[in-house]
């Protein structure tokens, strides 16, 4: 088999070009670290103001509860409750808190007090995160506060919204960069694999030395395979790279297996280097392939893949769409790893479903240079 010579060719032309080479290595770190600070949904210090006409000490208390944590801040005390629409029409706040006057009397009797928030809800998001946070503080004002100024050890009454019991898996501390640091790698890990190779073939096109690989007994599939294996080697080196830089910079644990998680990246890896190689077998230039890489990979892995955007909340057409990109598969096996420590049970027919695709595209790559070797 002619597949030896090949990888080792691939290699060196590789290790010649040590400017590329601390590029695929070490600019997805970089990308990783601009990303996980910049893509950061986190809702954190939201400016709120209160109308209080109880102004007593267990209605301080109750606001002072939101403000130990950094998720709000106190723009000020108003005097009338109309003052409340003009701060957030002008988005000076983004929540309103409004007390009942006889707040503190209703919780001495243990009665249920009803305490309105106002939200701004322009940004969705920004809401139903700040919706969760209230629930949080309230569950554990009712939790830790209230016995205190009650002295009663069960307090049954509700305040606001519900008597709610959240119990949060997985992310207990609301952190994005657990969710989007996965999602980054999958995004980082396929514009690298896929441009670097889809590169390879053209660039011996317009070398000229694709003439001698023609004449060569070297076959399609070991040429496929020759150019693919170098980069996968490079792939999973930057992958892990990328999985020490998310533990140093943003705490991101794995919390299943790790070997697991390298098998489904390397199956993953294998799908777009094929596809990569694909594209450099319909490309005549290098400025053509790159193009088409950007396109194939850029829109998929950003909005049609899980990273940012829930597939459950788009249209059904276009969740029928992302079934044709890997890194749909690829996200969801990794997130689950990652975050929820599962085992290869829980992510079968995501790993089946990816070999698959690699099936396919290095059977593609190796049709398209059967062609060019007629």
């Given at each position: 088999?002619n597949?030896?010579?090949?990888?080792?060719?691939?290699?060196?032309?590789?290790?010649?070009?040590?400017?590329?080479?601390?590029?695929?290595?070490?600019?997805?770190?970089?990308?990783?670290?601009?990303?996980?600070?910049?893509?950061?949904?986190?809702?954190?210090?939201?400016?709120?103001?209160?109308?209080?006409?109880?102004?007593?000490?267990?209605?301080?208390?109750?606001?002072?509860?939101?403000?130990?944590?950094?998720?709000?801040?106190?723009?000020?005390?108003?005097?009338?409750?109309?003052?409340?629409?003009?701060?957030?029409?002008?988005?000076?706040i983004?929540?309103?808190?409004?007390?009942?006057?006889?707040?503190?009397?209703?919780?001495?009797?243990?009665?249920?007090?009803?305490?309105?928030?106002?939200?701004?809800?322009?940004?969705?998001?920004?809401?139903?995160?700040t919706?969760?946070?209230?629930?949080?503080?309230?569950?554990?004002?009712?939790?830790?506060?209230?016995?205190?100024?009650?002295g009663?050890?069960?307090?049954?009454?509700?305040?606001?919204?519900?008597?709610?019991?959240?119990?949060?898996?997985?992310?207990?501390?609301?952190?994005?960069?657990?969710?989007?640091?996965?999602?980054?790698?999958?995004?980082?890990?396929?514009?690298?694999?896929?441009?670097?190779?889809?590169?390879?073939?053209?660039?011996?096109?317009?070398?000229?030395?694709?003439?001698?690989?023609?004449?060569?007994?070297?076959?399609?599939?070991?040429?496929?395979?020759?150019?693919?294996?170098?980069?996968?080697?490079?792939?999973?080196?930057?992958?892990?790279?990328?999985?020490?830089?998310?533990?140093?910079?943003?705490?991101?644990?794995?919390?299943?297996?790790?070997?697991?998680?390298?098998?489904?990246?390397?199956?993953?890896?294998?799908?777009?280097?094929?596809?990569?190689?694909?594209?450099?077998?319909?490309?005549?230039?290098?400025?053509?392939?790159?193009m088409?890489?950007?396109?194939?990979?850029?829109?998929?892995?950003?909005?049609?893949?899980?990273?940012?955007?829930?597939?459950?909340?788009?249209?059904?057409?276009?969740?029928?769409?992302?079934?044709?990109?890997?890194?749909?598969?690829?996200?969801?096996?990794i997130?689950?790893?990652?975050?929820?420590?599962?085992?290869?049970?829980?992510?079968?027919?995501?790993?089946?479903?990816?070999?698959?695709?690699?099936?396919?595209?290095?059977a593609?790559?190796?049709?398209?240079?059967?062609?060019?070797?007629?």
């Amino acid at each position: 088999m002619n597949l030896k010579p090949i990888i080792q060719k691939e290699f060196r032309q590789i290790l010649r070009d040590r400017t590329s080479l601390a590029i695929l290595l070490f600019i997805p770190v970089f990308l990783l670290i601009m990303f996980g600070y910049a893509l950061n949904f986190d809702v954190k210090h939201i400016h709120l103001a209160v109308y209080d006409p109880d102004n007593s000490l267990e209605s301080r208390k109750f606001i002072r509860h939101f403000l130990n944590s950094e998720y709000f801040d106190l723009i000020g005390y108003v005097s009338h409750p109309h003052q409340l629409d003009r701060l957030l029409e002008t988005e000076q706040i983004r929540l309103a808190i409004v007390l009942p006057p006889d707040f503190s009397r209703s919780l001495m009797r243990s009665d249920t007090v009803k305490v309105q928030f106002l939200i701004d809800g322009a940004n969705a998001t920004a809401a139903s995160t700040t919706i969760g946070y209230i629930n949080m503080a309230i569950f554990d004002f009712n939790r830790r506060i209230l016995p205190e100024i009650t002295g009663q050890t069960e307090f049954p009454a509700n305040i606001s919204l519900a008597d709610l019991r959240p119990r949060l898996w997985y992310n207990p501390e609301l952190k994005s960069a657990k969710f989007l640091i996965p999602g980054m790698m999958g995004f980082i890990l396929m514009m690298m694999s896929v441009v670097s190779t889809a590169l390879s073939i053209v660039r011996e096109k317009e070398k000229g030395t694709i003439e001698q690989i023609l004449v060569s007994p070297i076959k399609p599939l070991e040429l496929v395979l020759g150019k693919t294996i170098p980069y996968l080697f490079l792939a999973l080196i930057t992958g892990i790279l990328i999985l020490i830089a998310g533990y140093i910079f943003f705490q991101v644990k794995v919390a299943g297996s790790l070997l697991l998680l390298l098998l489904v990246t390397a199956i993953f890896l294998t799908c777009t280097l094929g596809m990569g190689l694909f594209i450099s077998t319909i490309a005549d230039t290098q400025q053509v392939a790159f193009m088409i890489s950007i396109i194939t990979t850029m829109l998929p892995a950003f909005i049609l893949s899980g990273f940012v955007f829930p597939i459950r909340n788009m249209p059904f057409i276009i969740q029928l769409i992302t079934h044709l990109f890997p890194i749909r598969f690829y996200l969801s096996a990794i997130r689950a790893i990652i975050l929820k420590g599962v085992g290869i049970s829980v992510i079968a027919g995501q790993i089946a479903i990816l070999v698959i695709f690699c099936t396919v595209f290095i059977a593609l790559s190796s049709v398209r240079l059967k062609k060019e070797f007629a």
